[in-house]
């Protein structure tokens, strides 16, 4: 807390996630005439929950780029802008608010850690895919995607995975990354969807709005709905 400084000297306070929240919202101190903003509707609900007010938030899309149009971000010069995040995230938002001449302070206040699996809860998982139980794959972010392919690399993490920092997995079965490719898999915007893509997926992908609860459950509903022609 000491090596952020004083909190009235930030513009704003950015929370990232709803666990940058979890996390980091000790730092604010009870504080409630600070001005925050939280990147998506979910980081705005645990603010809302812990007590605080959200003065900055995307409109229509819940992604950096919706947050970094909003009228408030716009002209940043000489502020002071205070992000609280997770390792390894995006830093678009950092650097493009540092482009347009504010100062940027983060603070990491967790770390993803992609799960290890053991090789025979891999080969459960492989025929459960193969016996048609699972039928589609949620990755809520770029970062959840590239650790589920790491899972099945199929020569790819020479590619791109090795850049977002994910530790090596156990030994996948040889026919997971078939199923992989075989089942759809639900992705909230194009933006990881475009990720996968590069990655080397070729799997079918379902489009929602976001990674909100209720576009994930609308993608899934307009799917099964065009599959069974009602």
Do not use: C
Not at 118 to 139: C, D, N, P, Y
Not at 192 to 200: D, F, H, S, T
């Amino acid at each position: 807390m000491e090596q952020l400084g004083v909190l009235e000297n930030f513009d704003v306070i950015l929370f990232t996630s709803a666990n940058a929240v979890r996390f980091g919202v000790s730092f604010l101190d009870q504080r409630r005439d600070l001005t925050l903003a939280a990147l998506g509707p979910a980081t705005s609900r645990a603010l809302n929950q812990a007590g605080y007010r959200v003065a900055i938030q995307p409109g229509e899309s819940f992604d950096s780029e919706a947050l970094l149009s909003h009228p408030r971000l716009e002209h940043v010069a000489g502020h002071r802008i205070l992000i609280i995040k997770g390792s390894h995230g995006r830093d678009l938002v950092q650097q493009e608010l540092t482009r347009r001449g504010a100062t940027v302070v983060s603070a990491d206040v967790y770390e993803r850690v992609p799960a290890i699996f053991s090789a025979a809860t891999l080969k459960a998982v492989q025929e459960r895919f193969a016996s048609g139980e699972m039928q589609v794959i949620t990755a809520t972010s770029l970062e959840i995607g590239a650790a589920l392919l790491k899972l099945a690399p199929l020569g790819l993490a020479p590619l791109g995975l090795a850049p977002l920092g994910l530790a090596p997995l156990g030994p996948a079965p040889p026919d997971l990354r078939g199923e992989f490719e075989r089942v759809h898999w639900l992705v909230p915007g194009e933006r990881v969807a475009l990720g996968l893509r590069e990655l080397g997926l070729k799997a079918p992908l379902l489009r929602a709005d976001s990674a909100e609860d209720q576009d994930l459950a609308a993608a899934l509903i307009r799917w099964r709905s065009s599959v069974s022609g009602a």
